[in-house]
């Protein structure tokens, strides 16, 4: 278990709600996005920002994993990291585009990290819920991270129990 530094935390999270661009604002919630990861055992951020050969769909965070015993053994060696810094929470069709990216890739896993989350909106919440059980049927998990839970880890071990925690939800509640 290897310690976070909560300070810096909150202030890369006041620094990417604070700069005068959204620009700037999104990509210090990346920078926070790759602290968060590359501080886990086994964990490399591979490339940042990166167009596919199209010049269709950016990612925003690629991680490769060593797979190392105290780190994500049970993810991928690829896994793909989407950073959404919005001042609202996210809805389903932006879930459905980060979940088409990860499916376009071959890969098996990915991880929406949104400031406020998705929307709590009934009917909204209900169909990104239909489309993360969409893509669990073609074996693909999708999980959200926000603001909140990125706020409460205190070390890498509150951050690997919570995408284990964020998975079995996932699969158990379909």
Partial sequence: MIPYDTAKINQMINESQSSSTTYDNGRKFEDLACYLFETIPGITIAKRNAMNQYDTEEVDVSIWNDKHQDGLPFINNIFLVECKNWSSSVGSVDVNWFATKVEDRGLDFGVLLATNGITKETDEIKRAQSILSGYLRKHIRIIVIDKEEILS??????????????????????
Avoid: A, F, R, S
């Avoid at 079995?168 to 509640?173: A, F, K, R, S, T």
């Fill in 153 to 174: 880890l205190v070390n890498t071990y509150d951050m690997i129990n919570l995408i284990k925690n964020k998975i079995c939800e996932l699969v158990v509640n379909g």
